[in-house]
Every structure is written in structure tokens, then in C-alpha cells.
């Protein structure tokens, strides 16, 4: 196994410049689309200017606007050479601004500008649809680390390789999970090192237990760098946000994740049969998470076949806690209150559709579950105050032959299943 892993290495070695290569065209894709999109609001603002100016009379050449202009941007240039090739560009520029102004005439009026307005609208729609069409996931990230190769993380390998098949997938696990993985084909390169790995990956994926991301966001960040990626998977936000607020991550970037897709099972066999077809995936966004880099991940998520949607790791934690924690530790709760009561094997076959829904829950690994209680403990203590509550007042209303309250809650359920319908 070790020398499968040092073959590994070596080919990772080899295919440092090419990873490079990628990198920078993708970049330079993101950066077009950017530029592009800023041209054209600049050209739409010279049109609003020469509108102005014909109002007042004034000349459309301004040559001291001009070479403020072209003074200004070489002076952003990091070398003669750029700042020669930036004034080409924006005299360019300006010339094309100086075009649009003098051809103000006739379609400066209310109802040409109604009518540009328009056929304007289906063309700006074809370049959306175009845009959303070429949102290849490679173009954001070309090389990925997934840390952590287990039930999500195998499921992200597996929806990399589908989606985007020429990414570079690292992984970093046991050497067991590890030869299994580079076995399917599922991985590029295998490591059992997560710095290693983390310090050539665009984009780095901490899906390892709660507070092992910790731990390892801590070990890695030395490794990090400017244009850098991580994101973790666990269904916790609150504590690995404010980890990430307070480590030196070296100018990478950093935004929880949480894929709201799942199964009961554990590992990466379990991950081949976890549906995923347009599942949410939650984005809770720091202080360390640019603008550009929530995009980018937006973008590569959607190309993923995935639902992004942004929430606060507050709102989101709140939010869990009753959807998904809580109804984990009621299915738990039940099984063991039902085992207090040793009722057979037998007779539990009586049972219907719901608690069969409940018992899948009963499978679920504790190890994985104990930790995540104990990340998100305040939120589940009120979320189990707020049942018992409910479950109290049915209790009383059982008794009462109206049963308004029970048909209340009923009233009150329904309005959830309504609202997301």
C-alpha cells in the first residue's frame, strides 16, 4: 500500500504544472465573465453621460477626462510593459465610449430607448442561459481535497466525477479507504496527510467528524494561501464558523457548508446509494468568505446538480436542530422506550409506515450523532423543551372531548407541508 501511495506522490509531482495550468485558465474564465460584465456597465454609464452632455451642449471628446483616465489605470500596472498594454486597451475603450455618445440621436428618445429596451431583454436572457450552460464545475475548481472520504465525502467524490470528471480529486483517509477509492476510480491521488494534500487544492473540503474539522482546519492553515477554498461538510455551523473566524487561515477562504442529503449508514460504500438530485446545500458565510469565493462555490455547486442557499450558521444550527437533531434523538428515544417496554420481535411487526420511517433513523451511527448534540446542545435543549411542551399539551387534551388542541397541532403541520409546497 505504501508504495501504490509514494507512486501517488510522484504522479501528483508530475502533474503540478498542469494542475497550474488549469488553475489559471479557470481563473482567468472567472475573471473575463467579471470584466466582461463591468464593461458593459461602464458602457451603459458613457451612454447615460453622452445623454447628459447632448442635453447641456457640451462636446462628447473630453481629452483631460481622457488622460486622467488612462493615467489613472497605468497606474495599477505591476510592470511598464502591462501599463503599456492597459492604455492600449482603454484608448480602445474610450474610443468605443466616444462612438456610443456621438450615434445619441434619434434613439435617445423615450420611445426608441422603449423599443431597445425591448429587443434588449431576450438577448440578455440568451447570455444568461449561455453563462448558466458553461458553469462547468473544473472552470471554479480544478483541483479538490476531500478530507475525510465517508458517507458525504465519498458522495461529493462521486458527484465530481460525474459532473466534472477531468477535476483532480485528492483524498485524504485511512490507507484502507484510500486504496478502496483509488480501486472505483473515484480518486486522482491518494494521501494520508491532510497538509500535504490541502497545500495544492483550490478548493479543500473538511469532511471528517465535527470537531476533527477543527482540529484539522488548525493543522492545515499554515499550508494555506491567497485564492484558496475550504469548506466543511458537517450538519453543525455555529462552533466551526467561529473556529474559522479566529485562525490565521494565510488569506485563504473560508465558508461553512452543510449538504442536506444523507442516509442512516456510514462510510463510502454507504455513499453510492445517497440521492442527491437537485438536494439543498446550505452556505453560512463569515467574515472570511469574499464575495467572489461564495460565488465561485454557488456556481460549482449548481454544476454539481446541487441547490445552494444561503443562512446564517445561527439560523442554521436553530433551524437543524428541529428538522434533523431532534428527530434523530426522538427516533433513538422511541427505540429505547419501546425496548424498556420488551415487547417481542414478534409483535413488532405491528407496525405501520411511520414507525418504519423512524426506524431507519434507529440504524444511525452513535459515534457521529454524540458529537454533533454536543456542537449544537443549547439550540437541541430548547428544540426538546419546546416538544415536551407540545407533548404535554396533547397529553392533557386527550382527555378532553374536543380534542382542540390536538387538532391545533394538526392545523399547524399541515401549514409547514403547505408552505414548502
Same mark, same amino acid.
Request: glycine share 4%; charged share 25%.
Given at each position: 500500500?505504501?508504495?501504490? !501511495? ?12 498542469? @494542475? ?39 462636446? +462628447? ?20 510593459? @502591462? ?5 492600449? /486597451?482603454?484608448?480602445?475603450? *474610450? ?13 435617445? &428618445? %423615450? ?24 458553469? /462547468? ?26 459532473? #466534472? ?21 473515484? @480518486? ?12 495544492? &487544492? &483550490? ?5 471528517? %467528524? ?20 475550504? +469548506?466543511?461538510?458537517? =450538519?453543525?455551523?455555529?462552533? +466551526? ?17 452543510? %449538504?442536506?442529503?444523507? #442516509? ?9 446509494? +445517497? ?30 446538480? *446541487? ?12 433551524? !437543524?436542530?428541529?428538522? =434533523?437533531?431532534?428527530?434523530?434523538? /426522538? ?12 415487547? =417481542? $420481535? ?11 420511517? *423512524? ?24 428544540? @426538546? ?9 396533547? &397529553?392533557?387534551?386527550?382527555? =378532553?372531548? $374536543? ?15 403547505? #408552505?414548502?409546497?
Amino acid at each position: 500500500m505504501s508504495m501504490q !501511495l509514494e507512486l501517488e506522490n510522484e504522479l501528483a509531482d508530475w502533474r503540478k504544472p498542469t @494542475i497550474k495550468l488549469e488553475e489559471s485558465r479557470a481563473r482567468i474564465d472567472e475573471l473575463d465573465e467579471l470584466i466582461a460584465s463591468l464593461i458593459n456597465e461602464r458602457l451603459m454609464l458613457c451612454q447615460e453621460i453622452g445623454e447628459a452632455k447632448k442635453r447641456l451642449n457640451k462636446p +462628447v471628446l473630453d481629452d483631460k477626462r481622457e488622460q486622467e483616465v488612462l493615467s489613472r489605470v497605468a497606474s495599477v500596472a505591476t510592470d511598464p510593459v @502591462i501599463a503599456k498594454q492597459l492604455i492600449d /486597451i482603454y484608448t480602445t475603450m *474610450l474610443a468605443g465610449s466616444r462612438g456610443l455618445q456621438e450615434n445619441l440621436t434619434e434613439s435617445t &428618445s %423615450p420611445k426608441a430607448q422603449a423599443g431597445a429596451n425591448v429587443h434588449a431583454e431576450p438577448i440578455s436572457g440568451s447570455s444568461e442561459a449561455t453563462l448558466a450552460g458553461a458553469r /462547468i464545475p473544473q472552470r471554479y475548481f480544478p483541483t479538490v481535497t476531500i478530507i475525510g472520504l465517508g458517507l458525504i465525502g465519498g458522495t461529493l467524490a462521486r458527484l465530481i466525477r460525474k459532473h #466534472s470528471p477531468k477535476t483532480n480529486i485528492t483524498a485524504v483517509d485511512t490507507p484502507e479507504v484510500l486504496q478502496k477509492a483509488l480501486g472505483e476510480g473515484l @480518486i486522482d491521488c491518494a494521501e494520508t496527510k491532510a497538509t500535504a494534500a490541502a497545500e495544492r &487544492s &483550490s478548493l479543500v473540503v473538511l469532511a471528517a %467528524p465535527p470537531e476533527k474539522n477543527i482540529e484539522i482546519l488548525e493543522t492545515i492553515a499554515p499550508k494555506l494561501s491567497k485564492r484558496q477554498l475550504v +469548506v466543511d461538510v458537517t =450538519s453543525t455551523k455555529s462552533r +466551526v464558523c467561529l473556529a474559522a473566524e479566529s485562525i490565521d487561515l494565510h488569506g485563504a477562504d473560508f465558508i461553512g457548508g452543510h %449538504p442536506l442529503f444523507g #442516509s442512516q449508514k456510514s462510510g463510502l460504500d454507504a455513499s453510492s446509494a +445517497v440521492a442527491t438530485e437537485q438536494a439543498v446545500f446550505c452556505l453560512t458565510p463569515i467574515s472570511k468568505s469574499s464575495q467572489m469565493s461564495v460565488k465561485r462555490f454557488r456556481r460549482w455547486l449548481e454544476g454539481l446538480g *446541487l441547490k445552494p442557499v444561503e443562512a446564517s450558521a445561527e439560523t442554521h444550527d436553530k433551524v !437543524l436542530a428541529r428538522t =434533523s437533531h431532534l428527530v434523530q434523538l /426522538i427516533a433513538i428515544a422511541l427505540g429505547a422506550a419501546i425496548t424498556d417496554q420488551n415487547i =417481542s $420481535e414478534q409483535d413488532l411487526q405491528l407496525h405501520g409506515p411511520a414507525f418504519k420511517n *423512524l426506524a431507519r433513523l434507529m440504524e444511525s451511527p452513535p459515534e457521529m450523532w454524540l458529537d454533533l448534540f454536543d456542537q449544537n446542545k443549547e439550540e437541541l435543549q430548547k428544540a @426538546i423543551a419546546e416538544l415536551v411542551e407540545k407533548l404535554n399539551l396533547a &397529553s392533557t387534551d386527550l382527555d =378532553s372531548k $374536543e380534542k382542540t388542541e390536538l387538532a391545533r397541532m394538526f392545523k399547524q403541520a399541515h401549514s409547514i407541508l403547505e #408552505s414548502n409546497q
